[in-house]
């Protein structure tokens, strides 16, 4: 299985040059993603979107993600394969619509760097569930919480927040928030894991924050069970 945090260094449609507008975190552990696209312009989200990740083949990887909730309301699947470059990133390859473009599918290259997680944060899962009607998704790896919401209308709101060592002492903190729909925080909880996480499995319920979520993913860092499939920015 995969469990993974990457970032995108680049980003480059077809004949233009590289670049990286956004400050991106893909959190991945088993068949399930979360994807955060921050622009960093004005801080406003670029793309953020959950859902399922298919393997369509392993040589080279070609992958496929399901999206179940997106914040630009684009539910069609996306594609890409991937290679690894000579100093360790990964180089995805694909075509997907491209807003400076008019939205024209274009095809475009990927730069993804894997992120090591911090402060022992070894245990990655995400659950999904609802909220009001809302679908939610949360997810949590190496020292990365992510969390993200929307409704029936398309409205959407994420939350991040990072593990950080505060005069000795580890702390969730919020690093970025937008949308007013209300989101499940591990900092206002005032723990480092939601209670009962150790006995969590995959398929079962769980109760985060007084709400009941499915475990659709759950994977620990260095046990037999996972296996890291590389290259892919999930």
Same mark, same amino acid.
């Given at each position: 299985?995969?469990?993974?945090?990457?970032?995108?260094?680049?980003?480059?449609?077809?004949?233009?040059?590289?670049?990286?507008?956004?400050?991106?975190?893909?959190?991945?552990?088993?068949?399930?993603?979360?994807?955060?696209?921050?622009?960093?312009?004005?801080?406003?989200?670029?793309?953020?979107?959950?859902?399922? &990740?298919?393997?369509?083949?392993?040589?080279?990887?070609?992958?496929?993600? @399901?999206?179940?909730?997106?914040?630009?309301?684009?539910?069609?699947?996306?594609?890409?394969?991937?290679?690894?470059?000579?100093?360790?990133?990964?180089?995805?390859?694909?075509?997907?619509?491209?807003?400076?473009?008019?939205?024209?599918?274009?095809?475009?290259?990927?730069?993804?760097?894997?992120?090591?997680? @911090?402060?022992?944060?070894?245990?990655?899962?995400?659950?999904?569930? &609802?909220?009001?009607?809302?679908?939610?998704?949360?997810?949590? /790896?190496?020292?990365? /919480?992510?969390? #993200?919401?929307?409704?029936?209308?398309?409205?959407?709101?994420?939350?991040?927040?990072?593990?950080? @060592?505060?005069?000795?002492?580890?702390?969730?903190?919020?690093?970025? *928030?937008?949308?007013?729909?209300?989101?499940?925080?591990?900092?206002? #909880?005032?723990?480092?894991?939601?209670?009962?996480?150790?006995?969590?499995?995959?398929?079962?319920?769980?109760?985060?924050?007084? #709400?009941?979520?499915?475990?659709?993913?759950?994977?620990?860092?260095? *046990?037999?069970?996972?296996?890291?499939?590389?290259?892919?920015?999930?």
């Amino acid at each position: 299985m995969t469990l993974r945090l990457s970032t995108r260094i680049s980003i480059r449609w077809t004949e233009d040059a590289p670049s990286e507008p956004t400050d991106t975190v893909v959190l991945s552990v088993g068949d399930y993603f979360m994807d955060l696209r921050i622009t960093k312009a004005d801080q406003s989200i670029d793309w953020a979107f959950a859902g399922t &990740r298919e393997i369509l083949s392993r040589d080279p990887l070609h992958c496929r993600w @399901n999206h179940i909730i997106d914040s630009r309301l684009s539910f069609n699947p996306d594609e890409g394969k991937f290679q690894p470059l000579p100093n360790g990133d990964d180089l995805e390859t694909g075509s997907m619509p491209c807003a400076e473009k008019g939205n024209k599918v274009t095809p475009y290259e990927e730069v993804w760097r894997e992120l090591q997680p @911090n402060h022992g944060m070894n245990r990655g899962w995400i659950l999904q569930g &609802r909220l009001g009607g809302d679908d939610v998704f949360l997810g949590q /790896y190496g020292g990365i /919480y992510l969390a #993200m919401r929307q409704n029936k209308e398309g409205v959407f709101s994420v939350l991040k927040e990072e593990l950080t @060592n505060v005069q000795g002492q580890l702390q969730w903190k919020k690093a970025y *928030q937008s949308g007013e729909l209300k989101l499940p925080s591990l900092s206002s #909880m005032n723990v480092i894991s939601p209670p009962e996480e150790e006995t969590w499995r995959v398929g079962d319920k769980a109760v985060f924050d007084s #709400m009941v979520y499915h475990v659709r993913a759950l994977e620990t860092q260095g *046990q037999k069970d996972v296996v890291k499939i590389r290259p892919s920015r999930l």
